[in-house]
């Protein structure tokens, strides 16, 4: 064999030209996939806590359509069902967040219970979860005045 081709291959073996590129590249890639992990859980976390704001929003607002019964303790504020129905369809009706009125109720005549339901899907890649992620919150109110 030639002594300047045995050189140049002994050169090009020590080399480690070109061999930083794809080890960059998957540490790019882990890198984008951990950030949309990240925006993924952080979108999903934030969906959930404006369900349970309007749940509690719902159930205020349901518990502040009483109405006012004389007893002989003097008056007492009073809740039936349709009326807590009623004002917790209005606010989420009103509201900005697409969510269904699973249940809206009183317990007690006191209280109003409200369930919400609505589906969360991923920021970019909703292809990939076509059917999204249902989300759930009940709140309960008590009347002001009990």
């Known amino acids: ?15 480690d030209e070109g061999s930083i590129l794809p080890l960059a590249l998957g540490y790019a890639a882990i890198a984008l996939l951990l950030i949309y992990v990240c925006v ?25 359509g009483f109405s006012l019964t004389l007893t002989e303790r003097g008056p007492t504020p009073q809740l039936n069902s349709a009326s807590v129905r009623d004002q917790a369809l209005a606010l989420v009706e009103i509201s900005a967040i697409p969510a269904r009125v699973d249940e809206a109720f009183t317990p007690d005549g006191v209280s109003a ?18 059917e999204g992620i249902p989300l759930a919150a009940t709140a309960t109110s008590r009347t002001a005045l009990r």
């Open 1 to 15: 064999m030639d002594r300047r081709l045995v050189e140049r291959i002994a050169v090009h073996e020590r080399s």
């Open 40 to 64: 993924c859980a952080t979108s999903l976390y934030l969906g959930q806590k404006e369900l349970d704001a309007a749940a509690d929003a719902a159930a205020l607002a349901g518990s502040d």
């Open 113 to 130: 219970r409200v369930s919400l339901s609505t589906t969360w899907h991923p920021p970019f890649l909703a292809p990939f979860v076509p």
